[in-house]
C-alpha cells in the first residue's frame, strides 16, 4: 500500500510569486486535507477536499486555493506569496466519510518565502 | 483561540520509565481524539485514537486515556525508548472526516 507522497519536498520563492504542491493520497483514500505547520506550531487545517468538491476550509484567505483530481491527488495553490507563508505544508489523506476519522500525513512540503 | 492545548513544551525521561504527555481541548464537539508523533523533517505518524464514548484505549505500549468531564486527555507510552523521541502532537475531531485541530505538541526526550 502506497502511502501520501508530496511533491516539491524543498521550495525557496520570493515574496509576490505563485507557488503550486502536489499530493499522491494513499490508496482507498479519497478525502485529502492541507494543513500548515508554521515552526514551533501544530499544524493548522487550511481546507479539505472530497469528491474534487471543496469540503471545509480554515482561516487562510482567498489566495490560498487547491484542486482535487478524478485520482484523488491534489493540489495546493497560494498566489501573492508574503513572508509569513514561509512554513511546512502538510497534505493528509483520509477514507471516505463515515469510514473513520484518522488522517495520514505526508513527509510536506518545505516553503520558504524571501 | 486555541481549542487544543499542550501545556508542556518538553518532557524528559529515562529509558524504561512512563512517559506521560497531557492535552487539553475546550471544544464539546470535539468527538474523537488522536495521538501523532513527529519526527524532524518527516510528517505527522498516526499513533493511537480514542473516540469519545470512550474512557481508554491500548495498543502496545501506548495508552490513551480521555477525561470527558475535565476535557482532558493523556497519552501514556509504558516503557520509554530511545526511538520514542520525537514531537507529539495531540488532534482532535469533530465527525468523520472532518478537520484535525491540532495543538503545539510536546518534544520528548527518552534518556539512556
Known amino acids: 500500500e502506497t502511502g501520501v507522497t508530496q511533491s516539491p519536498t524543498h521550495l525557496i520563492k520570493t515574496r509576490g510569486q505563485q507557488v503550486t504542491l502536489r499530493c499522491s493520497s494513499q490508496?482507498?483514500?479519497?478525502?485529502v486535507s492541507w494543513y500548515q505547520q508554521a515552526l514551533g506550531q501544530g499544524p493548522q487545517f487550511i481546507f479539505q477536499?472530497?469528491?474534487?468538491?471543496?469540503?471545509g476550509r480554515g482561516n487562510f484567505p482567498p489566495r490560498f486555493s487547491g484542486l482535487q483530481f478524478p485520482n484523488y491527488s491534489s493540489e495546493l495553490n497560494v498566489n501573492a506569496l508574503e513572508l509569513d507563508d514561509s512554513a511546512l505544508y502538510l497534505c493528509?489523506?483520509?477514507?471516505?466519510?463515515?469510514?473513520?476519522?484518522?488522517?495520514?500525513f505526508g513527509p510536506g512540503t518545505r516553503l520558504t518565502v524571501t | 483561540d486555541q481549542q487544543v492545548k499542550q501545556n508542556s513544551p518538553s518532557l524528559s525521561v529515562q529509558e524504561g520509565r512512563i512517559s506521560i504527555l497531557n492535552c487539553d481541548y475546550t471544544?464539546?464537539?470535539?468527538?474523537?481524539f488522536l495521538w501523532y508523533k513527529k519526527y524532524p523533517a518527516e510528517g505527522p505518524t498516526f499513533l493511537i485514537s480514542?473516540?469519545?464514548?470512550?474512557d481508554k484505549n491500548e495498543d502496545g505500549r501506548f495508552t490513551v486515556f480521555l477525561n470527558k468531564s475535565a476535557k482532558h486527555l493523556s497519552l501514556h507510552i509504558v516503557p520509554s525508548q530511545p526511538g520514542d523521541s520525537a514531537v507529539y502532537f495531540c488532534a482532535a475531531s469533530a465527525g468523520t472526516a472532518s478537520k484535525l485541530t491540532f495543538g503545539t505538541g510536546t518534544r520528548l526526550q527518552v534518556t539512556l
Open positions: 493528509a489523506s483520509s477514507r471516505p466519510q463515515g469510514m473513520g476519522y484518522e488522517q495520514y
Open positions: 480514542i473516540s469519545s464514548i470512550k
Open positions: 477536499y472530497y469528491r474534487e468538491e471543496e469540503n
Open positions: 490508496s482507498g483514500h479519497n478525502t
Open positions: 471544544n464539546s464537539m470535539f468527538d474523537y
